[in-house]
């Protein structure tokens, strides 16, 4: 799921917030449906959150036009499924989200190195929110460069967007000059990541607690895990895994990493099965009563 995902780019402020809180139940439940919810569910779910129908309605209109969702009629019902590149990038994201790796030194790093004619300057912009987003960091115009183990995953992402014309990738060490602690922090902005992880650790703990001193209706499981998803959906992509021995002492990623896997296992079934009951209970409704035998 892509991060500020690659799926709902261009958006700020409470729109954005809408739009990905759309798209954390598509790919909670949707996958799980045969890549299909009806607008009614997601109205209904996206209340639980505290959310009314017609805000619900805008984002998913502003989400069909930037090709996120598809409208898909379904026994009648209207509804929308999932594109291709969205389920492609959820797939991806799920690997950052839920099995999150860490770079150690000795994987090396991967460098990407593109220029692109003034004539084409989107494709520019392009380029650099994409590296963005997977967390590379800049270590001069039209160099970025990010740990080895993302090599895959940006040869995915560069084909996806028709960007790898653009683009030449080398894997290698760092041979020289300079230390390499001093490098990083040069190349990435770690204040400002720290301070991220600081914000999730601080508002989310209070809900570790919660949930494991009382007993969680799923209702509230889903409640309480959407946000909580969506806050750290975006986290793994502004932090691409380095090496934790290039990063400062105690990095605070390591902690809000165990508590999100905290809260994801004790929170995740809950929610679900509260989002699944929601949507067979919609489907229900379209069907009617069924009828008495005589």
């Given at each position: 799921m892509?991060?500020?995902?690659?799926?709902?780019?261009?958006?700020?402020?409470?729109?954005?917030?809408?739009?990905?809180?759309?798209?954390?139940?598509?790919?909670?439940?949707?996958?799980?449906e045969g890549n299909w919810l009806s607008?009614?569910?997601?109205?209904?779910?996206?209340?639980?959150?505290?959310v009314d129908a017609q805000a619900v309605r805008s984002s998913i209109s502003r989400l069909k036009r930037r090709g996120v969702l598809l409208s898909e009629q379904n026994a009648g019902a209207v509804g929308y499924s999932l594109s291709e590149s969205t389920?492609?990038?959820?797939?991806?994201?799920?690997?950052?989200?839920?099995?999150?790796?860490r770079a150690s030194e000795e994987d090396g790093w991967i460098l990407v190195v593109f220029s692109v004619p003034?004539?084409?300057?989107e494709k520019r912009h392009a380029l650099r929110s994409s590296l963005t987003r997977l967390g590379f960091g800049t270590a001069?115009?039209?160099?970025?460069?990010?740990?080895?183990?993302?090599?895959?995953?940006?040869?995915?992402?560069?084909?996806?967007?028709?960007?790898s014309g653009y683009v030449d990738m080398f894997t290698g060490r760092h041979l020289g000059f300079?230390?390499?602690?001093?490098?990083?922090?040069?190349?990435?902005?770690?204040?400002e990541l720290s301070q991220l992880y600081t914000d999730f650790l601080q508002r989310f703990r209070p809900v570790l607690y919660q949930v494991t001193a009382t007993n969680i209706a799923p209702q509230e499981a889903f409640q309480l895990y959407v946000p909580i998803l969506t806050e750290w959906r975006r986290?793994?992509?502004?932090?691409?895994?380095?090496?934790?021995?290039l990063l400062p002492p105690a990095w605070n990623g390591e902690a809000a990493g165990t508590l999100f896997d905290e809260l994801n296992e004790a929170l995740a079934i809950l929610a679900q099965k509260h989002a699944l009951a929601v949507i067979h209970g919609q489907r229900a409704k379209r069907r009617g009563p069924?009828?008495?035998e005589r």
């Open positions: 892509t991060t500020e995902l690659e799926v709902v780019p261009n958006v700020r402020g409470r729109e954005a917030r809408l739009a990905q809180l759309i798209i954390t139940i598509f790919g909670l439940c949707a996958r799980a607008t009614a569910s997601v109205i209904a779910l996206m209340a639980d959150l505290g389920l492609e990038v959820l797939a991806e994201g799920d690997v950052r989200i839920f099995h999150r790796a003034e004539s084409e300057r001069a115009p039209g160099v970025w460069v990010g740990p080895g183990t993302l090599a895959r995953e940006t040869r995915q992402m560069l084909d996806r967007r028709e960007l300079g230390d390499m602690r001093a490098k990083v922090r040069q190349w990435w902005n770690l204040p986290l793994p992509y502004r932090d691409p895994g380095l090496p934790l021995s069924a009828r008495k």
